[in-house]
C-alpha cells in the first residue's frame, strides 16, 4: 500500500509532479547554477516540511516529484521556490541581470502541476530518466539532419 504520512490533525499523501522553466526557455540551468539550484530546491523544501521524491534540473527546465502537506499550497510553494532562487541566482550571479537575460525576472510566469495518483511510478520513472530520452533523440535528429546535409551536398 501507499506510504502515507502523519501530521499532528492529519494523515495524508500529496504527491505533485511540477515542471517550471526559466524566461523565454534560456538553456541556462546547467554547471555551478544547476548545482546551486538543485541544492537550494531541496533545502527550501525542507524548510517547508515538504519531501522531494524526485528532482531533475535540466538546462531549460525543472521537473519535480514532491509530497507538499496539506497545510501548504501548491502555489505558495512555488511561489517561494521561484522567489527565493531568483534572488540567490541574481546574488550569485549578476551577470544574469544583463542582457540578453532578464532584469529582474528569472523564472516564467507560469508552471505546470499534476497530481500523482496511481501512476506514481510511471511519473517518477520519466521524471529521473526524461534527459537521458531527450538526449537520444537529440542525437537522433542530428544524426537525421546530417544525413540530409550529405544528400544535399551529392
Known amino acids: 500500500m501507499s506510504k502515507y504520512k502523519k501530521q499532528s490533525h492529519v494523515i ?9 522553466t526559466p524566461k523565454y526557455r534560456f538553456m541556462i540551468l546547467k554547471g555551478g547554477i544547476k548545482a546551486l539550484v538543485e ?4 533545502m527550501l523544501c525542507e524548510w517547508k516540511q515538504c519531501e522531494v521524491q524526485e528532482l531533475n534540473v535540466q538546462e531549460d ?17 512555488l511561489g517561494i521556490l521561484k522567489g527565493k532562487l531568483a534572488i540567490k541566482l541574481f546574488k550569485s550571479y549578476p551577470k544574469l541581470k544583463q542582457k540578453p537575460y532578464w532584469g529582474n525576472h528569472f523564472w516564467a510566469r507560469g508552471y505546470f502541476v499534476s497530481t500523482v495518483g496511481l501512476d506514481k511510478e510511471m511519473i517518477s520513472r520519466y521524471v529521473k530518466y526524461q534527459e537521458k530520452e531527450e538526449k537520444k533523440n537529440e542525437d537522433n535528429q542530428q544524426r537525421f539532419e546530417l544525413g540530409l546535409s550529405i544528400q ?3
Open 152 to 154: 544535399v551536398c551529392k
Open 39 to 42: 541544492e537550494d530546491l531541496r
Open 12 to 20: 495524508y499523501k500529496c504527491d505533485y509532479h511540477i515542471v517550471w
Open 61 to 77: 527546465h525543472i521537473h519535480m516529484l514532491v509530497s507538499i502537506p496539506p497545510k501548504v499550497s501548491v502555489s505558495k510553494l
